[in-house]
């Protein structure tokens, strides 16, 4: 399995900006199609991105298209996701995730820890 490690969260106002970064060992990163995930204090884990191994299939969640930006770097091992014009709503605990080309949890067989991203109003 790849091991994932998620960075980049914190504190930011509504309408402001992060950009998370999940580092990816152990498994040649391009095998995997990868996935950006948020769970909200009870609420039920909700995919919000994911992107092919190869970088050229995307798939947003409705909330997020147009504010939310996934990418990744197979170079580097590193899953991204760029977050602007961030809501309070928006407010969760973030996982990156490896697996299948799916929208559901189960798709994905590896996770990390996860990070907290807190927009205040």
């Known amino acids: 399995q790849v091991q994932l490690v998620e960075s980049g969260g914190g504190l930011v106002q509504a309408g402001g900006s992060l950009s998370l970064s999940c580092a990816a060992s152990?498994?040649?990163?391009?095998?995997?199609?990868m996935g950006w995930f948020r769970q909200a204090p009870g609420k039920e884990r909700e995919f919000v991105a994911r992107?092919?191994?190869?970088?050229?299939?995307?798939d947003y969640a409705d909330s997020v298209k147009g504010r939310f930006t996934i990418s990744r770097d197979n170079a580097k091992n590193t899953l991204y996701l760029q977050m602007d014009s961030l809501k309070p709503e928006d407010t969760a605990v973030y996982y990156c995730?490896?697996?299948?080309?799916?929208?559901?949890?189960?798709?994905?067989?590896?996770w990390g820890q996860g990070t907290q991203v807190t927009v205040s109003s």
């Open positions: 152990g498994r040649t990163f391009s095998w995997y199609h």
């Open positions: 995730a490896a697996g299948d080309w799916g929208t559901s949890a189960r798709d994905f067989g590896s």
């Open positions: 992107i092919s191994g190869n970088g050229r299939n995307i």
